[in-house]
Structures are given as structure tokens and as C-alpha cells.
């Protein structure tokens, strides 16, 4: 089993995903045990920065190696719903006057992962020719959208490539709580034990 990188240098951990991610192995999901082809890539919230820059080498590199990425933000998708929804604009003008609960509320119904942001997932899978898809923009959805949610619902549309979710937390497995996703260290997001610690796969 590799050594866990989660906190090794930045430098260390992205050579650890480009020879993973373009490995033969994780292309194929070999040895996945019948599982869904979810993996995480957990960060500290403030390296947000720093990861960003790191996504972008690593599909750069990853074209440079003929292997293509469907990079998928979730925030930038939210906003591509509101405005096929035609309330972008509407919903600028009452974020400042709505509670915080009543525009969670409004924005949960309109994003509802299963009815709406999965869908267009879904879309952009269809639509797009690609080895592997990218999830980034966690953070900026909370709390409007978990990311158990989207992966649970994901499970139905991308399970014939491997996808490769970068969270802005912890990705904790334990035989007393099962496996958790816990937002900026902080929060738990809630049990799901379906994807893979990419720092504990081999290339």
C-alpha cells in the first residue's frame, strides 16, 4: 500500500497522481472489488490555491500522455443552471435580503443533485469524449450541495470511467464510524464508504 501523502509536499503528491491517474490500472479500474470508480483527493482549505494550480498541471500533463479529462466545477455548473433557469440575475438580488436559511432553502431546490445537477452531469459525460472525469468546486457548493449527494447520485451515470473528486477536507475511514467525508476538517459531511483514498492507490 502507498504511503499516505496527504500532507507530503505538493510536488510529492502531484507526482503521485499523474503516475496513478495515468497508470494503467486506475485507466481500466482494476482491482477496484466491484466498487464504483470514485476516488478522493483530500486537501487542507487552504490550500485551495495551491491545488487549483495543481489540477490544472496535472490534466495538462495527463494530454500531454494522450489521456483525456472531463474537468467538471460544480460551482461553475450551478451557475450554468441558474442561468438555463433564467434566475442568475434574481438570484443576486436576494442574497443579501434572504436569510441564510431561507436561501439555502432556494437554492437546494433549484440545484437538487438527483433532479438537476446530476442530470446535467450526465450531459457533459454523454457530450464529451474523455478517460477521466474531474470534480472540483466542493467547497464553494457547501452547504447548498454535499458532496455525498452528488456522488451518490453520480453512481448511476459514471461508473464506466474513473472519476477524481478533489475535497477541501478529510477522507477518513475507521472501522468504528464506517468512512466519512468531513468539509475543511471541520465538518462531517456524512458517511460514504464507496470511494477510493487516491494517496493509498498504486500506480
Not at 435580503?97 to 432556494?106: A, G, P, V, W, Y
Not at 452531469?121 to 477521466?132: D, F, G, L, R, V
Request: net charge negative; with cysteine; hydrophobic share 40%.
Amino acid at each position: 500500500m502507498t504511503t499516505d501523502l496527504t500532507n507530503a509536499p505538493m510536488s510529492e503528491r502531484f507526482e503521485h497522481l499523474l503516475s496513478v491517474t495515468s497508470g494503467e490500472r486506475f485507466l481500466k479500474m482494476q482491482g477496484l472489488g466491484n466498487e464504483v470508480p470514485f476516488f478522493i483527493c483530500s486537501y487542507a482549505a487552504s490550500e485551495a490555491v495551491a491545488i487549483s494550480k495543481l489540477q490544472k498541471q496535472l490534466i495538462a500533463r495527463l494530454a500531454e500522455r494522450g489521456i483525456s479529462v472531463l474537468h467538471l466545477n460544480l460551482y461553475d455548473l450551478c451557475i450554468e443552471i441558474f442561468k438555463a433557469e433564467g434566475i442568475w440575475e434574481r438570484v443576486l438580488e436576494v442574497e443579501p435580503e434572504e436569510s441564510k436559511e431561507d436561501f439555502i432553502e432556494l437554492l437546494q431546490g433549484v440545484l437538487d443533485p438527483e433532479s438537476n445537477l446530476v442530470p446535467l452531469m450526465a450531459q457533459k459525460i454523454a457530450a464529451t469524449e474523455h478517460q477521466i472525469m474531474v470534480l472540483s468546486g466542493v467547497g464553494e457548493v457547501f452547504p447548498y450541495i454535499r458532496s455525498h449527494n452528488v456522488l451518490n447520485n453520480l453512481q448511476k451515470v459514471a461508473k464506466d470511467r474513473p472519476t477524481l473528486m478533489f475535497f477541501p477536507g478529510e477522507y477518513t475511514h475507521s472501522l468504528e464510524s464506517g468512512a466519512s467525508l468531513d468539509l475543511f476538517g471541520l465538518l462531517r459531511d456524512d458517511k460514504y464508504y464507496r470511494a477510493f483514498n487516491i494517496y493509498h492507490c498504486e500506480a
